[in-house]
Nanobody, 128 residues
Framework: QVQLVESGGGLVQAGVSLRLSCAASGRTFNQYAMGWFRQAPEAGREFVAAINRSGGSTYYTDAVKGRFTISRDNAKNTVYLQMNSLKPEDTAVYYC?????????????????????WGQGTQVTVSS
């Protein structure tokens, strides 16, 4: 089992950058694929980005491609989400999630059901 704690959220103006971090407990962090999801007010939770166990493959939703970068440091048990050129529509609570399930293909990384462990979320608010 793994526990996840997000940090790095805040209130920023459009166009600036933020880096979210997600620290994981336990000694088996490299056995988990990691994902970032977000939930805007009065909206469902949606996929943002994911990274496989080694960090060699990354996946993004179209809305953030070219602006967001997911990365991981297995030695520090931490996954990051670098968010550049932030827009008001990026305003949401951001959650990190961990999955030990085998993912065949790429579609499963964007599926919430793939992930068994979730953090408590960190608020990102982007003002125009």
């Amino acid at each position: 089992q793994v526990q996840l704690v997000e940090s790095g959220g805040g209130l920023v103006q459009a166009g600036v950058s933020l880096r979210l971090s997600c620290a994981a407990s336990g000694r088996t962090f490299n056995q988990y694929a990691m994902g970032w999801f977000r939930q805007a007010p009065e909206a469902g939770r949606e996929f943002v980005a994911a990274i496989n166990r080694s960090g060699g493959s990354t996946y993004y939703t179209d809305a953030v491609k070219g602006r967001f970068t997911i990365s991981r440091d297995n030695a520090k048990n931490t996954v990051y989400l670098q968010m550049n050129s932030l827009k008001p529509e990026d305003t949401a609570v951001y959650y990190c999630a961990a999955s030990q399930r085998i993912c065949v293909g790429t579609g499963c990384y964007s599926t919430q059901a793939q992930y068994a462990y979730w953090g408590q979320g960190t608020q990102v608010t982007v003002s125009s």
